[in-house]
């Protein structure tokens, strides 16, 4: 009989579903801090089981997990900290690993929760798997020399 509910595959060690694979219970409701790179939404309170669901859904995003030290209202996500923890040593010679990518301001209700009651000590980070710019896909049908080829204004 077939379930709806997908299972990790035992052999190979890889999770079926995003949540699975980065270790999310979809059943937790401790609150979180959520961070979504590049998205209207910026930095919100979730409980696990909404980002879990949610990387359900999109199959097309990644969770990674920055620390947010005690006491500060501010965090710069590095191009390192979109990466997973098992891809980050595989890309770490990279020079790009250690660009900023963003400064982003903690809620004020977060700020004083780290600080006071040390609770939320990390920033979950969602971000796209692939950027879209760089991807064959969006790159295939432009060329400068497709560019030139098709300006009919031109008075060469």
Known sequence: ??????????????????????GLDK???TRVVV??????????????????????????LRCSR???????SHLDILGE???PEEERA????????KLNLASVGLPIDVYWRRLVFDQFRDLYIVS??????SSTLASS???PQTDIDNNDDSPV
Request: proline residues 8%; aromatic residues 8%.
């Open 66 to 72: 920055k620390a947010i030290p005690r006491g500060s």
């Open 35 to 60: 961070y979504k790179y590049r998205h209207e939404d910026g930095i919100r309170v979730w409980s696990l089981r909404c980002l879990a669901q949610e990387l359900d859904e999109n199959i097309g």
């Open 90 to 97: 595989e890309f770490a010679d990279y020079p790009s690993m």
């Open 1 to 22: 009989m077939a379930t709806d509910t997908p299972e990790p595959l035992s052999k190979s060690g890889i999770s079926s579903t995003n949540s699975q694979r980065y």
């Open 81 to 83: 900290d979109l990466l």
């Open 141 to 143: 049908n432009v060329s």
């Open 128 to 133: 796209p798997s692939t950027s879209p710019s």
């Open 27 to 29: 059943e937790d409701k």
